[in-house]
């Protein structure tokens, strides 16, 4: 039989990098790929199919960029058809309408919601308790605490009729979903109506949760296995054991957004913001200021533009503007300018009145911010008013009504001093070395003078 030759047909099936190669050179190279095949494949692909829980860390407010984040969060849960989302949840509580907004979309979310108060120390109080009983899951991690619901209008006192109203409307929200996960509708009804707070253990023992946890980790291998039913009527297992966790922290919007959502900061951007346009008005052509204070008034608007306004207060910030420009018409020795302090600061107060304390204007803010703008400004306006009232010291205005002494007879014509300058002058009527004259009127290098009979 003839022998094949080494560059015919049947050497083709050889890559090109083993031809020349020794035998025992190509059985090294198949052992390791056969090990290959065998042991790194198989865990690389196992690694690969683990599942995967996104961790959405939730501590401020609730407020619209809240909501938003959290609707980001659960529409990237779902592209990628992650197992669960859990929801790190701390919260002092927010705005009613925004909390609507975040039960809607975990009641609706195609993938499973893990509420999860954490660490230890944290509170889903207020807004955060609605949160927590719409979840899938419910959970707290040792030393929290969840509860005192009682809804609050934008700080106010409300009358018996009105209070009751909103409480039955809030206690039909919260009882709409938490029947259908299956929870204590009366526990839950409690923290509403009566502000009742619980403990993780209490919440537990009530069946307001379904767990405690002390991190997410295990929190997530306890809940492997887990059957639960959606919102839908749907059931399936929970498959979290040993799941890759992929954090998915606030973007940039985001963080600047919640950050504008402080109705401090915005009080704050809003009266820097008026300093810097009311400098602009007083040195015309800096630019800079006027810019600068354009764009922080509109921030400032923006951001309370996401808050619950109190539209009297508004009011009383309108008066004080008012107040400070009559200040500057009338002599009033300066009440006006404080009564418009009063207003300023009265109206800073009470300009952003959340449900809840951080999402209200402090009082060091308001009386910072009030007094320091008030003072100011009455400062400013004061400094512009007598230099507006001064007589100009140069050009013929600094001469007219000027006392001059006659140095030479004035009979009709003579000379003057003023100011330490020699002028000749001119008379109706004769007047003496050494009396004063006022002078009326100046014609090139010519004065018109009368005898000054008030100096004399």
């Known amino acids: 039989m003839k022998t094949a030759d080494r560059n015919g047909p049947t050497a083709l099936w050889v890559p090109h990098v083993f031809r020349g190669c020794s035998m025992r050179a190509r059985l090294a190279v198949g052992v390791l790929a056969v090990l290959f095949c065998l042991i790194i494949l198989p865990r690389a692909q196992a690694a690969s199919s683990r599942p995967v829980v996104v961790d959405l860390p939730l501590h401020d407010t609730i407020q619209p960029i809240s909501a938003s984040y959290l609707q980001r969060g659960l529409r990237h849960a779902a592209e990628i058809h992650a197992q669960a989302v859990v929801v790190d949840l701390g919260t002092p509580g927010g705005l009613l309408d925004s909390t609507r907004a975040m039960v809607s979309a975990i009641e609706d979310s195609s993938v499973p919601v893990v509420v999860y108060v954490a660490p230890s120390g944290s509170r889903a109080a207020s807004a955060g308790f609605f949160i927590l009983e719409s979840a899938d899951i419910a959970a707290m991690a040792p030393g929290t605490n969840t509860g005192a619901s009682h809804p609050i209008l934008e700080g106010q006192q409300m009358d018996p009729i009105l209070k009751t109203k909103i409480e039955n409307d809030a206690a039909a929200f919260l009882r709409s979903y938490v029947s259908r996960r299956g929870r204590n509708v009366e526990a839950a009804e409690d923290a509403v109506r009566n502000s009742k707070s619980y403990t993780d253990e209490e919440a537990l023992k009530l069946h307001l949760i379904d767990t405690i946890s002390p991190n997410v980790a295990t929190l997530l291998n306890q809940l492997n296995g887990t059957a639960i039913t959606r919102f839908n009527g749907t059931k399936l297992t929970l498959d979290t054991q040993n799941a890759d966790v992929e954090v998915m922290l606030p973007s940039t919007r985001e963080r600047i957004l919640g950050a504008l959502t402080d109705p401090n900061l915005a009080v704050i951007l809003l009266i820097l913001g008026g300093l810097l346009i009311y400098l602009e008005f007083n040195a015309p052509g800096t630019i800079i200021p006027g810019a ?103 050009g013929n205005e600094a001469l007219l009504g000027a006392v001059a002494i006659v140095q030479t007879a004035l009979d009709p014509n003579g000379q003057v001093m003023v100011r330490g300058e020699l002028w000749q002058a001119h008379a109706e009527a004769a007047v003496a070395v050494g009396e004063p004259v006022r002078i009326r009127s100046r014609k090139g290098l010519l004065l018109e003078v009368e005898r000054d009979e008030r100096g004399s």
């Open 292 to 394: 600068l204070g354009t764009l922080l008034v509109l921030i400032s608007l923006f951001a309370l533009n996401l808050l619950p306004l109190e539209y009297t207060a508004v009011g009383f910030l309108v008066a004080a503007v008012a107040l400070f420009v009559l200040d500057i018409k009338f002599v009033t020795h300066g009440m006006l300018g404080l009564v418009g302090i009063a207003c300023l600061v009265f109206g800073l107060l009470t300009l952003v009145d959340g449900p809840i304390p951080e999402m209200r204007v402090h009082l060091g803010t308001a009386l910072g911010a009030g007094i320091g703008f008030g003072l100011i400004t009455i400062f400013l306006t004061t400094i512009a008013v007598r230099a507006r009232r001064n007589k100009v010291q140069t």
